[in-house]
């Protein structure tokens, strides 16, 4: 495999851009090679700078569902963009999206459209601690929710001890709010509201983890953060940036795991692949965003028209053909079986999987660090090696999308099986 162009464009990149890149997993770094420049993508391909073909295991990260540039979603934006590209003004597609969303996630009563995942959340957290009128709030460890800097966060000593920052620039008093319990660990929980309950403002999960690697909730882990929440009158949030119409079919994961919500973040799918994010939720909470009520919250490109179109296109199709979710399951289950025949440590949900090199069952981040990231360089120099495109971090998802064929899967299942590495 050939990547000088890539590595030419690396080297002029770095001049520009911290470590060249626009985001840090683009980097490469945890697998020790330079970033892959990307030319164009299509269907369950996607080429880099130097022409070689691979098929794209990372769909953008999530967006991608039904494949890179789906025609009918392209479609959609050029015709937007004739009528312009961005009003900031009110628009009737706003609307669209949104009954399209709520007719989906009926949780969803009221909703507001931003522009990234990491808004989403940072709003509905906002939202929620304007409505308690509360202060804390109880995320978990290795769960992500975009970089605003109350949630860039990881444990001190302990489990139960004050959360510290994650990145330099966040000063400690921005987080002196955040508590930190471990994921599935409901005890961590129930500690915390024990000490803080009538200070706890929200509690904010994925309630499928996919951010430290696929690390879905044991059984009853999400009904007893409904059960805590309602006793102490906190807001549950799910963080649905991943898992919204991915898992549960066009549900989600609170259909998919059956329990509902007070707020949701959805980001990556719902925006068809441009820059759009929601939150939303119960109409009385989200009944304390400004102007209505006194939370402030605002956007110049929020609900961007050709955003919202190329949203409304992905949702429409997906909404339109249940047959998709069943071929998802399908060719997952396909790989997932793949992995495990050679001794794969696997965790998947739906369409999302991770592969651990890991002796542990990963149900928790402090299981999941103690993965051998070496082990996973290797298998992903591999893939990629075989034209398969994967996350290059043992701690993302894999994502399958509607656009992998059967070929691609047959294929991707052999190039796993014939590995010396593990
Ligand atoms: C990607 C992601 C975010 C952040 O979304 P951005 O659009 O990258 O800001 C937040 N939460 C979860 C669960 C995510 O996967």
């Known amino acids: 495999m050939n ?18 890149v626009n985001s840090p997993v683009r980097a490469f ?5 330079t970033p892959l420049f990307i030319e164009s993508a299509k269907g369950s391909k996607i080429y880099d700078a130097d022409g070689n073909e691979y098929i794209d295991y990372i769909c953008s990260w999530g967006p991608n569902i039904l494949g890179n540039a789906c025609p009918e979603v392209v479609e959609a934006v050029k ?12 628009h009737k597609g706003e609307i669209e999206l949104a009954e399209i969303i709520k007719r989906n996630i009926p949780s969803m009563e009221m909703l507001r459209l931003v522009n990234s995942g990491t808004e989403a959340v940072m709003s509905a957290v906002r939202v929620a601690r304007g409505y308690t009128r509360r202060d804390k709030i109880l995320k978990f460890e290795g769960c992500y929710h975009g970089h605003s800097d ?4 990881k444990a001190g000593s302990g489990l139960l001890t004050n959360a510290i920052p994650e990145s330099a620039g966040i000063p400690e008093d921005y987080i002196k709010n955040t508590l930190l319990a471990e994921y599935n660990n409901k005890e961590s929980v129930e500690n915390l509201f024990k000490q803080y309950g009538n200070e706890i403002a929200c509690v904010l999960v994925e309630p ?17 953060l409904r059960y805590i929440t309602e006793k102490y009158n906190a807001v549950l949030i799910f963080d649905e940036v991943i898992t919204g119409f991915r898992l549960g079919g066009t549900g989600g994961a609170g259909k998919y795991y059956g329990v509902t919500p007070d707020m949701t973040a959805l980001g990556k799918i719902v925006g068809g692949g441009m820059p759009l994010a929601v ?7 989200m009944e304390c965003v400004a102007p209505l009520g006194s939370v402030y919250q605002a956007g110049t490109l929020s609900g961007n028209p050709v955003a919202v179109s190329a949203g409304i296109a992905v949702l429409k199709i997906l909404e339109n053909s249940p047959e998709i979710y069943e071929n998802l399951e399908k060719k997952s289950r396909k790989l997932e079986d793949a992995m495990k025949s050679v001794g794969l440590n696997v965790n998947r949900a739906g369409s999302i999987m991770t592969v651990f090199f890991n002796d542990e069952k990963v149900i928790n981040y402090n299981i999941a660090k103690k993965s051998d990231t070496k082990k996973y360089a290797e298998y992903f120099k591999h893939l990629l090696e075989h034209n398969i495109y994967t996350a290059p971090s043992q701690f993302e998802a894999m994502f399958i999308s509607n656009a992998h064929t059967d070929e691609d899967i047959d294929y991707t299942c052999d190039i796993i099986k014939n590995s010396v590495i593990y």
């Open 3 to 20: 990547y000088k162009k890539s590595e030419e464009l690396y080297k002029k990149a770095l001049n520009f851009m911290p470590a060249g």
């Open 29 to 33: 770094n945890s697998v020790n090679m």
């Open 79 to 90: 015709k937007t963009c004739e009528s312009g590209l961005t009003f900031g003004a009110c």
């Open 150 to 153: 109350g949630l860039l966060v």
């Open 208 to 224: 499928c983890a996919a951010n430290m690697g696929v690390v879905p909730p044991v059984d009853d882990f999400l009904p007893y």
């Open 279 to 285: 939150y939303g939720g119960k109409r009385k909470i």
